[in-house]
């Protein structure tokens, strides 16, 4: 059984951090492509950032250069650090696996995201 559970969500000021961490277990974790979504209120999830099995990542425009996305097949995580965070960046951010050969998918819960002041 396949599950994924994000955490590190909360509420900061505009021009912060947050780091947020998706555990996985039930998959072969190494051979699955990860990736974090975000959904604001009346809007279709979007694209954060995506990394490969072999590493590769890949990250929306309006997030490039702030957020980095990492895995680490030993402990079957992945991670994703957001720096100069700003308000338009409030959303629940999802945790996504993915195996490219056959389409699976499985989503986490979701964690929220709120910038403020």
């Known amino acids: 059984q396949v599950q994924l559970v994000e955490s590190g969500g909360g509420l900061v000021q505009p021009g912060g951090s947050l780091r947020l961490s998706c555990a996985v277990s039930?998959?072969?974790?190494?051979?699955?492509?990860m990736g974090w979504y975000r959904r604001t209120p009346g809007k279709q999830r979007d694209l954060v950032a995506t990394?490969?099995?072999?590493?590769?990542?890949n990250y929306a425009d309006n997030v490039m250069g702030r957020f980095t996305i990492s895995r680490d097949n030993a402990k079957n995580t992945l991670d994703l650090q957001m720096n100069s965070l700003k308000p338009e960046d409030t959303a629940v951010y999802y945790c996504n696996v993915r195996n490219v050969l056959n389409g699976f998918t499985s989503w986490g819960p979701g964690t929220q995201v709120t910038v403020s002041s």
């Open positions: 039930g998959v072969r974790f190494s051979i699955y492509a």
């Open positions: 990394i490969s099995s072999g590493g590769t990542s």
